[in-house]
């Protein structure tokens, strides 16, 4: 499976932006896809993830509330609704798919490439 994520950019603080993150090659709807994001200078950490039907969610403590996860089966695509931006969000966000819930860094499949989010004061 090969994951494109896409999306990133710069914004503002408060402002918002939807990551997006598409499959190639094989469906990911038998697969848990998550988001992670490493900042600068920091370890890769779990941002949000959502479970294969789609039925449960998960999301770090410093998203919840700003951020929703969400797919799309017939897209073959997961989402990354980020609201409320704050400065701290800056980091280069990951998807990834694996088997395991719930999910965490090491039990990962497939790895996307990162797309990089810059929010600015």
């Known amino acids: 499976v090969q994951l494109q994520a896409s999306g990133g950019g710069l914004v503002q603080a408060g402002g918002s932006l939807r990551l997006s993150c598409a499959a190639a090659g094989r469906t990911i709807s038998r697969y848990a896809v998550g988001w992670f994001r490493r900042a600068p200078g920091k370890e890769r950490e779990f941002v949000s993830a959502i479970t294969r039907g789609g039925d449960r969610t998960d999301y770090a403590d410093s998203v919840k509330g700003r951020f929703t996860i969400s797919r799309d089966h017939a897209k073959n695509t997961v989402y990354l609704q980020m609201n409320g931006l704050k400065l701290e969000d800056t980091a280069v966000y990951y998807c990834?798919?694996?088997?395991?819930?719930?999910?965490?860094?090491?039990?990962?499949?497939?790895w996307g490439q990162g797309t990089q989010v810059t929010v600015s004061s």
């Open positions: 990834a798919a694996g088997t395991w819930w719930p999910m965490s860094t090491t039990d990962i499949a497939y």
